[in-house]
T-cell receptor
C-alpha cells in the first residue's frame, strides 16, 4: 500500500457521460498530480495541485477539470466522455510542490490507479 | 520542454543474469532529478531508484543501480541477479526542481521479461 488512495478502481461508462475520480494523498503530502496512461500515449501529465491551488497544467482537455479540497484530497472530473478517454488514471502525491530540496521530497508516490472504460 | 527517450521498447534476460535499460533525456537545466519507476502487471507505479543531478555518485538500491552520465544526458538502469519478480514495464522519468511545474516527464517505457 503506497498510502495514496484512489477510487474507484474500475469504472465503466458510456460516451457522453461524466465521471469523477477521487484521490487521497499520502499523509503529510501537499501536492497532488494526475496522470493519464493510455496504450498509445504513455503516461501523460494532466494537472498538479499544491495545497489547494493549481500549480501546473499539462495536456488536460477542456472537458476535464480537477480540484484539491481543504483536506487535500483531489477529484478529477471527466465530462462528455469519448471512447478515447478510456485509460488508466493515476494520482500521485509528493511532500512538497515548490523548490523542495530535502531528500525524498521530490519523490512522487503513486496510487493504484482508476481504470476507466468508455463504451 | 524536457523530453525523455527510452529506445528499447522490450528487453528480455535470463533469470540471475544482469540487464541494462537505457534512457536519455533532453534538458537545458543544470539541476534536476531522475527516476526509474517499475510498473508490474498489477499496474501500480513503484519507485525503483532516484538520482539527483548534482550528485556525481551513481545511485544504488540493492540489485538496482544507475549509470548517470550528465554530459551525455544518459541515465541507464542496471538490474543485477534478475529475478522473476523484476518482470515489469520500466519507466524513466525526469523532474525539474524549481518552483514551476513539478511534474514528472516519463519515457515511453521498456517492457522487461525475465526468462526462467
Amino acid at each position: 500500500d503506497s498510502g495514496v488512495t484512489q477510487t474507484p478502481k474500475h469504472l465503466i461508462t458510456a460516451t457522453g457521460q461524466r465521471v469523477t475520480l477521487r484521490c487521497s494523498p499520502r499523509s503529510g503530502d501537499l501536492s497532488v498530480y494526475w496522470y493519464q496512461q493510455s496504450l498509445d500515449q504513455g503516461l501523460q501529465f494532466l494537472i498538479q495541485y499544491y495545497n489547494g491551488e493549481e500549480r501546473a497544467k499539462g495536456n488536460i482537455l477542456e472537458r476535464f477539470s480537477a480540484q484539491q479540497f481543504p483536506d487535500l484530497h483531489s477529484e478529477l472530473n471527466l465530462s462528455s466522455l469519448e471512447l478515447g478517454d478510456s485509460a488508466l488514471y493515476f494520482c500521485a502525491s509528493s511532500r512538497r510542490g515548490a523548490g523542495a530540496t530535502t531528500s525524498g521530497a521530490n519523490v512522487l508516490t503513486f496510487g493504484a490507479g482508476s481504470r476507466l472504460t468508455v463504451l | 520542454a524536457q523530453t525523455v527517450t527510452q529506445s528499447q521498447p522490450e528487453m528480455s534476460v535470463q533469470e540471475a543474469e544482469t540487464v541494462t535499460l537505457s534512457c536519455t533525456y533532453d534538458t537545458s537545466e543544470s539541476d534536476y532529478y531522475l527516476f526509474w519507476y517499475k510498473q508490474p502487471p498489477s499496474r501500480q507505479m513503484i519507485l525503483v531508484i532516484r538520482q539527483e543531478a548534482y550528485k556525481q555518485q551513481n545511485a544504488t538500491e540493492n540489485r538496482f543501480s544507475v549509470n548517470f552520465q550528465k554530459a551525455a544526458k544518459s541515465f541507464s538502469l542496471k538490474i543485477s541477479d534478475s529475478q522473476l519478480g523484476d518482470a515489469a514495464m520500466y519507466f524513466c522519468a525526469y523532474r525539474s526542481p524549481g518552483r514551476g511545474a513539478q511534474k514528472l516527464v516519463f519515457g515511453q517505457g521498456t517492457r522487461l521479461t525475465i526468462n526462467p
